[in-house]
């Protein structure tokens, strides 16, 4: 008795849909994570020292709002994770924002900026509320050199040209004490801006997965 394989419509629906979905994937956007690290020491202005690790993904999108020499990213960050004094926190995105800053005149002068920032959920800390922190290197001169367009930065080499006493970090704390808002910042020690790997490689992984899955779909019946 002669025995054939065949595909049963289920296979055929399988196929279908899985190969809508590779080209969604090949075209999702490229994502980047953001590290850095940083300690704040102002307890001369009554706040707490403060060792915070932050890391921050975030997708290329076009600008929200933008002129010739300054644009603002509002939708670009994805998710925030903070390691703060060995507690671990999820940031808060309702005021999160990138924004790139090339030849911006300012005061008589230029400004090259790179900023970001993510809202901290009104974490308490001894006599202050901790309400946002993020990133703020800024290169002041007649020409700063240090950036050369208004896109996101995607790479840790993309902001070498700011030296590392324009890297600073930034902290916004609510003293309770004075009730009064405060802001801090500090020098940043370590920094890197990394691809996460491409959805493409999860469309091969998809692919690996429908090489495995394919032969249970076959099925022997005698004719």
């Known amino acids: 008795m002669k ?23 090949l075209q ?4 980047f994570v953001c590290n850095y690290h940083v300690l704040f020491n102002d307890t001369a202005n009554g706040v707490p020292v403060i060792d915070l690790t932050g890391a921050y993904t975030f997708e290329v999108t076009p600008p ?11 939708d670009s960050i994805r998710s925030g994770s903070f390691i703060l004094n060995g507690l671990t926190l999820a940031g808060d995105l309702s005021n999160s924002s990138l924004q790139v800053d090339n030849n911006l005149p300012v005061d008589g002068g230029l400004r090259d900026t790179y900023f970001s920032m993510l809202s901290l959920s009104n974490i308490t800390v001894g006599n202050v509320v901790l309400e946002a922190t993020g990133l703020d290197f800024e290169q002041r001169g ?5 950036l050369n367009s208004l896109a996101i930065p995607t790479t840790t080499s993309d902001l070498t040209g700011f030296l590392n006493s324009e ?3 930034f902290l916004v ?13 500090a020098q940043v020690d370590s920094f890197s801006i990394t691809p996460i790997p491409e959805p493409s ?5 998809l692919l690996g997965a429908l090489a495995l899955y394919l032969p249970s779909l076959w099925r022997c019946n005698p004719q």
């Open 3 to 25: 025995r054939t394989r065949i595909f049963f419509p289920k296979t055929i629906k399988f196929l279908t849909g899985f190969l809508f979905l590779v080209p969604l994937l």
């Open 28 to 31: 999702a956007q490229q994502l």
């Open 64 to 74: 929200t709002v933008w002129i010739d020499t300054s644009a603002s990213y509002y």
């Open 142 to 146: 007649p020409s700063p050199s240090a």
């Open 167 to 169: 890297r600073l970090a």
């Open 173 to 185: 704390v609510y003293r309770i004490d004075l009730d009064s808002w405060y802001n801090t910042t």
């Open 201 to 205: 490689s999860a469309a091969l992984i």
